[in-house]
């Protein structure tokens, strides 16, 4: 239960943030460009909203497999030797994760103390910035779920999409459908 409301969280912010964002951009240029007028803040919010939309896209990645592995040299192993690899992979993922979540919860609260708005927006930059937190706790999370999975032998490591694979599916799906014709 709490897995899927995470996950259609996730996935919820990640459609609206997009959304948003295009929304926005396509209005500002329109108002740019048509009546050589625009919002101030807009690049701004732009901005942010992008880099809440990556950091929010980079744990769903992780959960799909949407990332492209560089596995070359882990699928050399047998099964024992890639979960072990990929153990190792996550647990440094991890350690950057805990590293870059440390820093920033240093540079949120002195931004807090400072009480410094953004340049455009009556936005508190700790506040803004604050996906560095959300962003960082839920690719923490999708980590742990991998080492887990990886852990009670579910999988044998990271999922990863495999576009060379996909290209071929293709090819030989036109291919037949060709000979159909």
């Excluded at 048509?34 to 950091?55: D, I, K, R």
């Excluded at 047998?78 to 990929?86: E, H, N, V, Y």
């Excluded at 540079?107 to 103390?113: A, G, R």
């Excluded at 293709?170 to 291919?175: D, F, R, T, V």
Aim: include cysteine.
């Amino acid at each position: 239960m709490f897995w899927r409301i995470l996950n259609r969280a996730e996935e919820a912010i990640i459609s609206l943030l997009l959304v948003l964002t295009t929304l926005l951009v396509f209005v500002d240029v329109i108002m740019r460009f048509g009546f050589n007028t625009g919002f101030m803040w807009s690049q701004e919010l732009t901005l942010h909203m992008s880099a809440w939309f990556v950091l929010f896209g980079a744990s769903y990645g992780l959960k799909v497999g949407s990332h492209i592995g560089m596995d070359a040299f882990v699928k050399l192993f047998p099964r024992k030797g890639r979960r072990i690899l990929s153990g190792i992979a996550g647990i440094v993922g991890l350690a950057y994760c805990w590293l870059v979540l440390y820093g920033s919860w240093i540079y949120l609260k002195k931004m807090k103390m400072i009480g410094i708005e953004l340049e455009d927006l009556p936005i508190q930059t700790w506040l803004a910035h604050g996906m560095l937190l959300v962003g960082f706790g839920f690719l923490t999370i999708r980590l742990c779920q991998i080492i887990w999975s990886i852990i009670i032998d579910k999988s044998d490591g990271f999922k990863h999409a495999n576009e060379a694979k996909e290209s071929m599916e293709i090819a030989e799906e036109l291919k037949r459908e060709e000979a159909n014709k």
